[in-house]
């Protein structure tokens, strides 16, 4: 039998209680107590002051992931101390001469201010993803410069510098060389050696300790600011960067597991994938090597893409507004749907979960504008499938055309290059419409006849043909059937009468969302269910207006008595 409740639970915080934690919940996150040397070490102190007093940077944004918050106000302390000391010429600085500015030990900076402190920011919540910058944040606060600590994506950022701190997690290192020789006993393959970013320091020696156990054919990987190369963020062989396809003739030996986005991305580019996982909070003895395949994974993604083909409607999430050229993906995606006779609509949630695209029934399927990482979103949770911009080019590509030959990326950037490129290519001998999406919509002299030369749509969803996925399409054919018949008669015509029956309009614009709202939904908001009656309307009869209360809630006044309360 349960214990009885000694008290009511507390609803609100009294004001003598306001500094105590009440939540118990607060426990979840790791907590963890590294020494100071450690916290030093980890979190790269030296190297972000040095970075600091080089860029000049007055105002600094501090980004930890939650992971993490439980170190942050020692790494605070840690930073602001270390700075104090550099600015007043303390241990670890040589000195000018007389008149001029200290500087680190690693190299003059040259400075015209700094007699002005620097300032530490934390940024706790971050606005999307933890991996990403959170320039929105940063800007609150109005910083020059970000420390983004922990995971990252390496997405370009648009408008703020970045220091980033991988914080460096130890390794057993002998064991994962015993299971990388258990892997491949034969010393003569080609393999590529991988990790997370916080375990990349450790690749040089393991690098070189298995090239002196008889692996000559050895790739050590190293990271760089590039989500488009053919590894995300990491070099290749040269042989590679010339020929991106010889890829496939490479293993690869990843240490951690990484990322759904990065593992689809892998998969599709080398033969086979061998993960040593191991985890920051996860003793790395116990470790275990297995072999990843991604296949199945891969051909449920074309499933999606081919069963949203017939899809109406598409909702475009912006899923960061830091990440370079997310602007011009965006019109990129927009350009592409309208050009295949499709609705979009564009929304700004932050971060995504299925409670917030559920509350939009009409959208058909969603596609994510983010970084690379956070662009794959794979749950049963949401309603409508979500796809990335590289998958939506896919299933807008015509049933005949569309052919599926196991490639995927993640980074939009690739998506604007190829389309950039195709352009290029095809500069002159197309119009405007036909480069942007390969089911253009094309106005030319067959305009009346296309809708009955177009072969049938299945839904693969529903099981049944449909016969309006391309709404916005229609429309134009519609308008272009009006104007020649209009024109001759009314050339400074600006809106025709529209015949029942078909799709909403709304200023002047056809709109599939407004369209389902009226055919579609059976509640339509407060009042909806209210029959309105006007004056013109026989048998109705009007009222007088009356002048109502005014005044505050607690002491309204009318213009027929006194003040009530």
């Not at 290029?424 to 119009?431: F, H, K, L, S, Y």
Request: proline residues 7%.
């Amino acid at each position: 039998m349960a214990d009885a409740i000694p008290a009511p639970p507390v609803l609100s915080t009294p004001s003598t209680h306001l500094l105590e934690d009440h939540s118990s919940h607060s426990a979840a996150l790791p907590q963890r107590s590294l020494p100071a040397e450690q916290i030093h070490i980890q979190y790269e102190i030296e190297r972000t002051v040095t970075q600091i007093k080089h860029g000049r940077w007055k105002r600094i944004a501090l980004q930890f992931p939650d992971g993490m918050l439980p170190d942050a106000p020692r790494v605070f302390e840690s930073l602001r101390q270390r700075l104090s000391e550099t600015q007043s010429g303390g241990a670890g600085l040589k000195q000018r001469p007389q008149g001029s500015s200290p500087y680190p030990v690693n190299g003059p900076i040259d400075t015209d201010d700094n007699l002005q402190p620097e300032r530490l920011f934390i940024l706790a919540d971050t606005s999307y993803g933890a991996c990403c910058i959170d320039e929105i944040a940063a800007e609150h606060v109005d910083a020059d410069v970000v420390v983004h600590y922990g995971q990252a994506c390496l997405s370009p950022t648009a408008r703020l510098p970045v220091i980033h701190v991988f914080t460096e997690q130890p390794l057993a290192v002998g064991g994962a060389i015993d299971e990388f020789r258990a892997t491949y006993p034969d010393v003569s393959q080609s393999i590529i050696l991988m990790s997370d970013v916080v375990y990349a320091s450790h690749l040089p020696r393991i690098g070189n300790l298995l090239r002196e156990a008889g692996y000559k054919s050895i790739f050590v990987t190293e990271v760089v600011h590039n989500p488009s190369s053919p590894l995300p963020n990491r070099t290749v062989p040269e042989d590679v960067s010339l020929h991106p396809e010889r890829l496939r003739e490479w293993q690869l030996f990843h240490i951690s597991d990484p990322p759904d986005a990065l593992l689809l991305t892998l998969a599709s580019r080398v033969p086979s994938i061998h993960v040593f996982s191991v985890s920051p909070f996860v003793s790395s003895q116990s470790a275990m090597t297995h072999p990843v395949s991604s296949t199945a994974r891969l051909r449920r993604r074309y499933a999606l893409v081919t069963s949203v083909s017939t899809v109406s409607i598409f909702g475009i999430l912006i899923n960061t507004l830091s990440v370079k050229n997310y602007l011009h993906i965006v019109e990129h995606v927009k350009s592409c749907i309208s050009a295949a006779g499709k609705k979009s609509y564009t929304f700004v949630v932050g971060k995504i979960n299925a409670a917030k695209v559920a509350n939009f029934s009409e959208i058909g399927a969603w596609v994510v504008i983010g970084c690379w990482e956070s662009s794959l979103v794979e749950s049963k949770d949401f309603w409508k499938p979500i796809l990335t911009p590289f998958e939506l080019q896919l299933a807008l590509t015509r049933d005949d055309e569309r052919v599926w030959t196991g490639e995927w990326k993640s980074d939009f950037q690739s998506v604007l290059t190829e389309a950039e490129r195709q352009i290029a290519d095809t500069a002159g001998a197309r119009t405007d419409a036909d480069m942007k999406g390969p089911t253009a919509f094309q106005s030319n002299g067959d305009v009346d006849s296309e809708p009955e030369s177009a072969p049938p749509e299945y839904d693969l969803r529903m099981g049944r043909y449909v016969s309006s996925s391309k709404p916005m399409q229609e429309d134009r054919l519609l308008q272009g059937f009006e104007s020649r018949e209009h024109d001759a008669q009314h050339p400074k015509l600006a809106l025709a009468r529209r015949t029942k029956g078909e799709i909403a309009v709304i200023g002047n614009q056809v709109s599939p969302g407004a369209e389902y709202l009226r055919s579609s939904r059976t509640w339509k908001g407060l009042g909806s269910d209210l029959t309105v009656e006007y004056d013109h309307v026989e048998g109705s009869e009007s009222t007088t207006i009356e002048e109502g209360r005014s005044g505050l809630a607690k002491g309204y006044s009318t213009s027929f008595s006194s003040t009530k309360t």
